[in-house]
């Protein structure tokens, strides 16, 4: 039996705003600005679930976890990472590997990047070779570069288990 592989891609972008908590990649980031958003705005988590939805067909993360729906206010993302995680292993699905960038002027991410690979490798039962996350400025250029919001991207390889 040949096997099968999907592609999927993500995009995500909040509003920054001070004095506001700032969640990425599973993890908190120490900064003056948060990510604004109806769940807890983690941009990576996002768009790992919509590259995800995206290579299944299975439409996107608003269509999954509506921004309208009171119980998903505040909610951690990594519990909607985890009803996606479910959804591609109950279509037989595993990931290969995933590549996410992140486009954020300030702060810098050197420094959380492990922890957030580690996090959700963990949490996604995925060796952390698996999971590639990046970060990059827009050398102050456009609504990342003035500092008013984040964005990201990510890019998933399924494979039929």
Sequence with gaps: MPINYRIGHGYDVH??????KFTLGGIKIEHYKGALG???AD???HVICDA????LCLGDIGSHFSDTDKKYKGIDSKIL???VIKLYESKNYKINNLD??????KPKLNRYIDK?????SDLMNIKISQLSIKATTTENLGFVGR???IAAYCVVLLRSS
């Design 81 to 83: 990472l985890k009803d």
């Design 100 to 105: 996410v960038t992140i486009l954020l002027q």
């Design 116 to 120: 957030m690979r580690k996090t959700l």
């Design 38 to 40: 109806h769940s807890d």
């Design 15 to 20: 509003c920054l705003e001070k004095n506001k």
């Design 147 to 149: 500092e008013e919001a």
């Design 52 to 55: 995800i939805l995206g290579a």
């Design 43 to 45: 941009v990576v988590i």
